[in-house]
């Protein structure tokens, strides 16, 4: 295996508008960047670690080669990305962090042809306690994924277009809704404003490593905040204009 050195930022091909780094806005507690090479462990072209880019340190990785996923170099609009397969997936059960909203971007392309129920980017947990949140493809619909926490306080779907895009999920002030290019696709309620204590991440994966998902993904964006309508869309429009969408 082959580190590729210390994870600076590098952002090539971000282009005017928006902000010029994720660091830009406060709260970021997530960034994983594919195009940053410095953040990438290979093993061949395969990718055994994943290093967070915020200052959480949540770096996820995979030991087993079979699991691992590839990145693809020069890929969407000229930048490199990290190719899941059906058998794919990256994660860290050992992190910590607290919140009590988020506003999760993920730059990609998230139709699956498998049509399986998986667990999708950002699946932090400890089940058990039922605490926790989930963001997963619907089984046999590729296109529709569903946001939920405790197995039903917040529990609802959207449907996302097919290609490279912008899925953003907001949560925060008893309301959470998804977004498909910055395009309102689904919102619910819910009672519970207790702080979520993560201990475990899969990115294409449950956190037991379970129900891997097929999909394409550049980049992934995650604050520990429900974002204002400008910060978010400054966000969207930074990943728009970086991965040509």
Same mark, same amino acid.
């Given at each position: 295996?082959?580190?590729?050195?210390?994870?600076?930022?590098?952002?090539?091909?971000?282009? @005017?508008?928006?902000?010029?780094?994720?660091?830009?806005?406060?709260?970021?507690?997530?960034?994983?960047?594919?195009?940053?090479?410095?953040?990438?462990?290979?093993?061949?072209?395969?990718?055994?670690?994943? @290093?967070?880019?915020?200052?959480?340190?949540?770096? +996820?990785?995979?030991?087993?080669?079979?699991?691992?996923?590839?990145?693809?170099?020069?890929?969407?609009?000229?930048?490199?990305?990290?190719?899941?397969?059906?058998?794919?997936?990256?994660?860290?059960?050992?992190?910590?962090?607290?919140?009590? @909203?988020?506003?999760?971007?993920?730059?990609?392309? #998230?139709?699956?042809?498998?049509?399986?129920?998986?667990?999708?980017? +950002?699946?932090?947990?400890?089940?058990?306690?039922?605490?926790?949140?989930?963001?997963?493809?619907?089984?046999?619909?590729?296109?529709?994924?569903?946001?939920?926490?405790?197995?039903?306080?917040?529990?609802?779907?959207?449907?996302?277009?097919?290609?490279?895009?912008?899925?953003?999920?907001?949560?925060?002030?008893?309301?959470?809704?998804?977004?498909?290019?910055?395009?309102?696709?689904?919102?619910?309620?819910?009672?519970?404003?207790?702080?979520?204590?993560?201990?475990? +991440?899969?990115?294409?994966?449950?956190?037991?490593?379970?129900?891997?998902?097929?999909?394409?993904?550049?980049?992934?964006?995650?604050?520990?905040?429900?974002?204002?309508?400008?910060?978010?869309?400054?966000?969207?429009?930074? #990943?728009?204009?970086?991965?040509?969408?």
């Amino acid at each position: 295996m082959v580190p590729l050195g210390s994870h600076a930022a590098v952002l090539r091909g971000v282009a @005017a508008g928006g902000i010029t780094d994720p660091t830009d806005i406060t709260g970021l507690i997530l960034w994983f960047d594919a195009e940053d090479s410095s953040t990438i462990t290979l093993n061949g072209s395969d990718v055994s670690q994943w @290093a967070d880019k915020s200052v959480s340190g949540v770096d +996820i990785s995979m030991a087993t080669e079979a699991q691992q996923p590839t990145v693809i170099t020069a890929g969407q609009n000229g930048l490199d990305y990290v190719q899941y397969n059906v058998n794919d997936r990256l994660t860290n059960v050992s992190m910590t962090l607290a919140f009590s @909203a988020f506003t999760l971007f993920v730059a990609g392309s #998230l139709s699956s042809d498998s049509g399986e129920i998986v667990s999708m980017g +950002i699946d932090i947990a400890g089940w058990v306690t039922a605490d926790g949140f989930q963001f997963s493809q619907v089984a046999g619909t590729p296109d529709t994924f569903r946001l939920r926490r405790k197995f039903g306080d917040m529990d609802f779907t959207g449907d996302f277009g097919d290609g490279w895009r912008i899925a953003e999920a907001q949560y925060g002030s008893t309301a959470a809704e998804m977004f498909d290019n910055g395009s309102s696709i689904g919102t619910d309620t819910y009672a519970d404003e207790t702080e979520i204590n993560p201990t475990k +991440i899969g990115i294409g994966c449950e956190i037991n490593e379970a129900n891997p998902l097929t999909f394409d993904v550049g980049e992934i964006v995650m604050y520990d905040t429900k974002l204002s309508s400008d910060d978010a869309a400054s966000v969207r429009t930074y #990943l728009t204009n970086r991965w040509g969408l």
